[in-house]
C-alpha cells in the first residue's frame, strides 16, 4: 500500500516537472576535443559495395558503389594532401567480415546488435558505423564521412545533400560545415540535422562529427553527367577535404 502510494507520487511528480528532462541533458552535453593527440585521423566510407551495388541509372557510368569508392579514393588523397591521416571502411576489394567487426567490438566492450543487421554477406550500414565506432576506440577519430549517390522517380531532382544526426555532440561544427559547403558546392545543395530515428544509421554512431554526403542524383541526366566526370569528382572532392579540415581546425582543441 505505502508502495503504491509512493509510486503514485512519483508518477505525479513526473507528470508535473516532467520525466528524464532529456533536452537539459542533452544542452549539458559536452563536445569533445578533436585532434586532441596532433593528428587529424578522418574515416571515410564508400557508400554500397559487396552485394549491394546501391542506385545505378540509364545516364551513370557505373553503379553507386563504382563511383563512391573512386570518389572516396579521390577525397582520400585530397586530405593527405591536406595533412590528414585516412582510413577506409573498405577499399572496394575487401571489407571487414561480421566475424572481425563482432571480435573488435568485444574486444572494445561495444554491444553488437545482430538484430540490426539487414541482410548476410552485405556490408550493412550498420556493420559500417558499428566498426568505424570500435575503430574510434583505438584511434582519436576526427571526423567521419560516409559518401553516396542518390536516385529518384522524379528525374528532375538534381542536388547534393549533406546529412548528419542530431544527437552527434558536434552539431555545431556539422551545421557550420554544412552551410560552407552548401555554398561552395551548388546553392541547391539540401542539408539536414536528421532526428535520431530518422538519422542514417552510419552517422548515428560515436562522437566524432559524422556527415552522409549525397553527391547527385543518378536519375538526373545533367548530375549524371557531372558523377560520370572525373574532373568534376576531383573538384567536388578538393572542396569537401578543404572545409572539412578547416571545420575540424576550428573545433574547440585540447584545452
Ligand atoms: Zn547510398
Not at 574510434?136 to 577519430?141: L, P, W
Amino acid at each position: 500500500m505505502k508502495k503504491a502510494f509512493i509510486v503514485l507520487l512519483a508518477l505525479l511528480a513526473c507528470l508535473l516537472w516532467g520525466c528524464g528532462g532529456s533536452e537539459e541533458s542533452e544542452a549539458e552535453l559536452s563536445i569533445p576535443p578533436l585532434s586532441t593527440d596532433g593528428r587529424t585521423v578522418i574515416v571515410l566510407d564508400a557508400g554500397h559495395g559487396f552485394g549491394d551495388p546501391g542506385c545505378s541509372s540509364e545516364y551513370m557510368v557505373g553503379t553507386e558503389a563504382d563511383v563512391t569508392i573512386d570518389m572516396v579514393m579521390l577525397l582520400k588523397n585530397a586530405l593527405i594532401e591536406r595533412g590528414a591521416e585516412v582510413v577506409l571502411t573498405h577499399d572496394g576489394e575487401k571489407y571487414p567480415s561480421e566475424q572481425e567487426i563482432i571480435n573488435l567490438c568485444a574486444e572494445n566492450g561495444i554491444d553488437y546488435r545482430e538484430d540490426l543487421v539487414t541482410e548476410d554477406g552485405v556490408f550493412s550500414a550498420y556493420e559500417r558505423g558499428i566498426y568505424v565506432l570500435a575503430l574510434s576506440k583505438d584511434t582519436e577519430i576526427d571526423f567521419f564521412v560516409s559518401v553516396h549517390v542518390n536516385s529518384f522517380t522524379d528525374p528532375s531532382v538534381d542536388r547534393y545533400e549533406l546529412y548528419y544526426c542530431n544527437k552527434n555532440p558536434h552539431t555545431a561544427l556539422l551545421s557550420g560545415l554544412c552551410e560552407t559547403l552548401s555554398a561552395r558546392l551548388d546553392n541547391a545543395t539540401k542539408t539536414a540535422a536528421l532526428d535520431y530515428k530518422d538519422a542514417y544509421i552510419v552517422t548515428k554512431y560515436g562522437s566524432y562529427p559524422s556527415l552522409l554526403v549525397e553527391t547527385g542524383y543518378a536519375s538526373n541526366e545533367q548530375a549524371a553527367q557531372k558523377l560520370n566526370s572525373p574532373k568534376w569528382r576531383e573538384e567536388f572532392c578538393n572542396i569537401l577535404a578543404e572545409e572539412i579540415i578547416n571545420a575540424i581546425l576550428k573545433s574547440p582543441q585540447e584545452a
